[in-house]
Structures are given as structure tokens and as C-alpha cells.
């Protein structure tokens, strides 16, 4: 799977709504971009996922670049529970591809009451 | 919904010690897997299955085995634990491993391993 690139960090206030960055340059054609968020002493909970449009669920919006190159996690009035590790992954659509799931460090995000 | 449960939920170990870790899902998937998360670091991942004995190595397998014993579970053994080791393993499942947008995975809560 190809590499993504994340902020090491970032600061929010409860209530605001958080714009979480992801780089992915070298994406390929067929590879979806997945988000998944971890908190401590918990593994990895899914968050969302698309491929070329913009997707939004009861969690978050997923906001594709036209290129693909980049996408951001878009959180809206985010509460105290929304404090996590973020992370951007890029999952194969091919056959067995997609179970060699890359993880970075993510970006931490931390909120503050 | 379903549920994934890794056992123990805490694992200290002697230097050289065959350490074996549990892992049971209630989502009748069809793939499980074994990732390991050092502190600070992405997760890796060490091994994987695709179906009952199935096996296939991921990126971190030596110096592990692993055995999908059946659908539900999915064991990881560290066949000689390195002294002063530290980090926490992950075990997920998803509904299958062919390519799709569905295939989304599950983890568990991890155990965390210390070797003194």
C-alpha cells in the first residue's frame, strides 16, 4: 500500500468543528483511503472510508481532492470522546492486496474543554 | 454487531519464554489477522489468514507462528521472547480478503507484552 502523510499533531476546542489533513502523493488508481481513529488501551476503530467522492457518515466527512493526492477528515463539533489518534490509510482493491493494511503514527488530536 | 476478545489482556514474560496470545471474533469473518504497535509507531503487520488453517506471513512474522485453529479464532505465538520487549499486539478480522470497499476491519483491545 502506498504511504500517506499526516500532521503529527493537532489542538481543538470543544464544539469546533476539526479539518484532519492526509498526503497521498503516490495513490494509485485502485486504492481506497480508509480513516481509522485509536485511543489508548483500545486497537484501531474505523471511521470512514471513499474512493473519489466525498463521503459523510454519522461520524465524520470524508473530503476527496479532485486528484486524489490529498483528502481531510473533516470532524464536526468535536466533544471530549473525540479525542484519538487519527489515521489515513491506503487499502488495495486488489485481490489480496488489501489485506497488507499500512498504519502510520497518525495524527493525535487532542481537545480541549 | 459483533465483538472481538483478546486474551490475556496483559502478558509479562521471561527472556526466551514461548509466550502465546488468544484471539476470538464473534463476526463470522472469514479473514483475521495479527498486527503488532510498537510506541510511537504505526502498526505492523505479522501474520494473517484468509480462512480455517489458512496462513499467510505479513511483514513482521519472524520470529512468531500463528494458527487459525478455526473460523472464530486466531492464535499468535512469539516463539522466544526478546528481553526487555515491549508492545501492545492487535488482532482484527474482516469479512473477507478479496479486494472491495467493504472490507473493513475490526480490532480488538490488544495485549499489551513485557518481557523483563
Known amino acids: 500500500d502506498a504511504k500517506t502523510t499526516q500532521p503529527d499533531s493537532m489542538e481543538s476546542t470543544e464544539g469546533e468543528t476539526v479539518h484532519l489533513p492526509c498526503s497521498h502523493a503516490t495513490i494509485s488508481g485502485n486504492e481506497y483511503i480508509y480513516w481509522y481513529r485509536q485511543v489508548p488501551l483500545q486497537g484501531p476503530e474505523y471511521v470512514t472510508h471513499g474512493l473519489q467522492q466525498n463521503t459523510t457518515n454519522s461520524m465524520a466527512f470524508l473530503a476527496i481532492a479532485s486528484d486524489r493526492k490529498s483528502s481531510t477528515l473533516i470532524l464536526p463539533h468535536v466533544s471530549l470522546r473525540d479525542a484519538a489518534v487519527y489515521h489515513c490509510i491506503l487499502r488495495s482493491m486488489a485481490t489480496g492486496g488489501n489485506n497488507k493494511l499500512t498504519f502510520g503514527q497518525g495524527t493525535v488530536l487532542s481537545v480541549i474543554p | 454487531g459483533g465483538i472481538i476478545t483478546q486474551t490475556p489482556k496483559f502478558l509479562i514474560g521471561q527472556e526466551g519464554q514461548k509466550l502465546t496470545l488468544k484471539c476470538q471474533q464473534n463476526?463470522?469473518?472469514?479473514?483475521m489477522y495479527w498486527y503488532r504497535q510498537d510506541s510511537g509507531k504505526g502498526l505492523r503487520l505479522i501474520y494473517y489468514?484468509?480462512?480455517?488453517?489458512?496462513?499467510q506471513k505479513g511483514d513482521l512474522s519472524e520470529g512468531y507462528d500463528a494458527s487459525r485453529e478455526k473460523k472464530s479464532s486466531f492464535s499468535l505465538t512469539v516463539t522466544s521472547a526478546q528481553k526487555n520487549e515491549m508492545a501492545v499486539f492487535l488482532c482484527a478480522s474482516s469479512i473477507a480478503g478479496t479486494g472491495g470497499s467493504q472490507n473493513t476491519l475490526y480490532f480488538g483491545a490488544g495485549t499489551r507484552l513485557s518481557v523483563l
Open positions: 489468514s484468509i480462512t480455517e488453517n489458512d496462513l
Open positions: 463476526f463470522n469473518h472469514d479473514t
